[in-house]
Each structure stands twice: as C-alpha cells, then as structure tokens.
C-alpha cells in the first residue's frame, strides 16, 4: 500500500459514511431550554391561526409518541391520545432551531473530510481518509461526536454509519434515540434484505404502492427483482437506482451543497435592550463560531455585516466592506462592535435578536500569509 502510494497510485479505499440525525429535534431542544418539562409529554405546534387548536404537529418527544402522538398529526388529534395526561403543547420557534443547528452543524463538520447538510436536523459526513477505512474507528469516531453534541449542545443524536450514504441513512434510523448502528460491507446484504422497501430514501408513498402491486415489499425483494423490468416500470434512472441501492451499491459523493456566499448567526437576547456591553457579549460568540466555520472551509470575507431584530420585530442592517479579504477574528469582532455601536447610537427601540455576517467569500489566503510573514 505504502508503495503504491509513493508510485502515486490512487489506492482505492473503503468508503466510511455517517449519518448524523438529531433526535425528536424540535421537541429536544424545548426540552433543553425548559428541563422542567422532560418528564412529560411534549408536542411541537404549528398552529395555523384559524381556531385556537387549529394546525399540526411538527414533532413530540418520546414519551407523547408512545401515545400515538406523530409528526403531521392534526393537533387537535393529538390532544385526544393524550387526554388525561399532563401534557405539553408549544409553538415552533423555527429560529431559534435554526441557531441551534447552526452550532450542530460546526461540530460535525469539524469532524469530516467532506460535509452535506441536508436538512435543519441531519447532516451526511463522509470519514474514509480520516478513519483510513477502518469500521472500528468509524465507530469510536460516532461516539465522540455523540460526545461533543451532547457536551457543546446537550442534545442527543442518532448515528448510522456505513460503506455510502444510503446504507448510512437506513443504519441512523434503526435505533433511536441516541442510536448508533455501524453496517460494515459484507453485513450490507443482511441489514438491508428484511428491512420494508420504503425504508430507502426516495422511495415515497407512491412508488411503495407500485412496488407493492409487483409483490415486492422488502429491500430484499426489491434486490431480487428484475432490473430491466424495474427500468421498465420506473424509468431507467429510478429503476436502476431502486435496483443499485437496495443491493446496497450507491456513490453517490458527500458533498457541500452549493459554496456559501455568506455566513451568518443569530442570537436571541436574554432580554430587550440596547446595552452595548451585553450586545457584544454575544455577538462575540457569533463571531467565533462564523470564525471556526471560515477555517473549517479555508475562507476569507470582505465584507462584515450586523443585523438587529428589534423589539417591534423590525428588521434593521447595516454593514461595511473591508479593504482586503481576511479570516481573522479579530477583525470580525472589531468591525461589528463598531457597526453595533454606532446602530445603538441612533436607535430608539430595543433589540430583541442579533446576528452577525460575513460575506464576499473567497477561498484562502495562504499567499497574503507568506507574504506578510516576511515583514
Ligand atoms: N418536522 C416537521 N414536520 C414533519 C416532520 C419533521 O416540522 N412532518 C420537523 C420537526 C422535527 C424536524 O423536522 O423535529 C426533524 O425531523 P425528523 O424527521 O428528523 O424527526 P425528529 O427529529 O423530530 O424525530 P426523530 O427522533 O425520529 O429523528
Ligand atoms: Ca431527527
Ligand atoms: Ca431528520
């Protein structure tokens, strides 16, 4: 191996692919904001305004799905099942899961080669090089991001790990919470044949049903069937597909989706104000987290912007553009306690959030740093 390394031959490697997936989100990080309601049932709302009860469930913890409560349930449903008991009924606080996230996501992709976010609770990190391949390791590598999630974040998550992004996605959901289910190649087959075959990610309600009338209701029936009477049946790129990845065969790549031209975070206030000192509090902390997701990625911004939510949920802006590209922190925390301290200078009204973002991103800046380190 080692050889063929030095003749500079590409040594083909066993993929290793994890799917992180946070557990009962919505309804966790209530739990986390108010720990006094962990022991009861918790039901996340979006309420649609018409009558009071009128609206969905988004998500519930635990306890409130063992009676029956689910995501996409009418709330009033919900409410039924769970009659008698002392229960708890909230709205969603999108934004604040956003900012939640947000940190999640800095923690994951601080430990992959490759990052893909693909959704506010769920996140694809592809380890091969820094596992070497190696299963075990990708396994205690699981555990210590569990770790990291759980002490930075107090949130559990459920992992799945295994040789390309479906076996992982499958392996995540096969124990939760706080899961971690590792499929190593030559146990792809058996983890897979006896699952149902809607349990493969693009397989929906619909093309269940078709499968269903060809009398095929497991992966493994599907890894059975036909591929060219599937390619009939679902086209060539589904039928193949449906063929490919019920066998467990999928390379599809780990990847960014679309490189970010800016980078923001946004914090809630712990009370309205428009106290310089308590404002640059916290966007100091939003600075260092926008900080670690510029190195993680190798970028420089140009530009440092500030907003404010303010008490009357206005939306106020403002911002500068620096003379050159840079990734240091210190910078970043310079420009936005200037722009905060002339913003709360003119302002009347208090500010409820504040956020911070960088943008005119540009990848690197290993030339300006040889250059200045000649001075
Ligand atoms: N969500 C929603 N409506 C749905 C499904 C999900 O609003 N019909 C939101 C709330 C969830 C979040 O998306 O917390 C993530 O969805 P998941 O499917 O991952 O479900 P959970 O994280 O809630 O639960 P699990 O522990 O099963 O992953
Ligand atoms: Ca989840
Ligand atoms: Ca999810």
New binding site residues.
């Given amino acids: 191996m080692e050889y063929m390394r030095m003749l500079g031959v590409a040594t083909l490697q066993t993929r290793v692919v994890m799917l992180v ?8 990080v209530e739990e986390r904001r108010n720990p006094s309601i962990r022991d009861k049932p918790v039901v ?1 709302c ?1 309420y649609s305004g018409r009558t009071e009860e009128s609206g ?5 913890n ?1 306890i409130a799905r063992r009676f029956g409560v689910r ?2 349930m009418p709330i009033i449903l919900a409410k039924k099942r769970l009659k008698g008991v002392e229960a708890v009924f909230l709205p ?1 606080d999108h934004d604040y ?1 956003e900012e939640v996230s947000e940190r999640v996501t800095t923690i994951l992709r601080g430990n992959a080669d490759d990052f893909e976010r693909v ?4 996140a694809y990190l592809e380890v091969s090089r820094r596992v070497e391949g190696d299963f075990g390791r990708a396994a205690a590598l699981a555990q210590l991001i569990k770790g990291e999630v759980r002490d930075r974040e107090g949130l559990t998550c ?1 992992v799945g790990v295994g040789p390309n992004k479906v076996v992982a996605k499958i392996a995540a ?1 096969a124990k ?2 706080d899961g971690l289910t590792v499929v190593r190649p030559g146990e792809v087959v058996p983890f897979l044949s006896p699952l149902p075959a809607d349990s493969l990610i693009g397989v929906g309600k619909k093309t269940a049903e078709r499968l269903e009338a060809l009398g095929v209701k497991t992966i493994g029936d599907l890894a059975n069937y036909d591929v060219q009477r599937l390619i009939e049946c679902f086209g060539k790129s589904l039928g193949t597909y449906l063929h490919n990845a019920s066998n467990g065969i999928d390379d599809e790549p780990v990847q960014e989706r679309g490189e970010a031209e800016s980078i923001s975070r946004i914090a809630t206030l712990k009370e309205d104000t428009l106290d310089l000192r308590g404002i640059i509090e916290v966007t100091d902390r939003l600075c260092k987290e926008i900080h670690e997701s510029l190195v993680q990625r190798g970028l420089s911004f140009k530009s440092v912007g500030i907003v404010a939510v303010m008490k009357d949920l206005s939306i106020r802006t403002r911002s500068r553009t620096l003379e050159s590209p840079t990734d240091d922190v210190g910078v970043l925390r310079g420009a936005v306690k200037e722009l905060f301290e002339r913003f709360l200078g003119e302002s009347e009204i208090e500010a409820r959030r504040v956020g911070v973002r960088v943008s005119g991103l540009v990848k690197g800046m290993e030339t300006q740093r040889r250059l200045t380190s000649f001075f």
């Fill in positions: 997936d946070l557990d009962y989100f919505f309804a966790q996340v979006v969905v469930v988004s998500t519930a635990y995501s996409g969603v899961y959704g506010i609770d769920e459920s959901d939760k919470p």
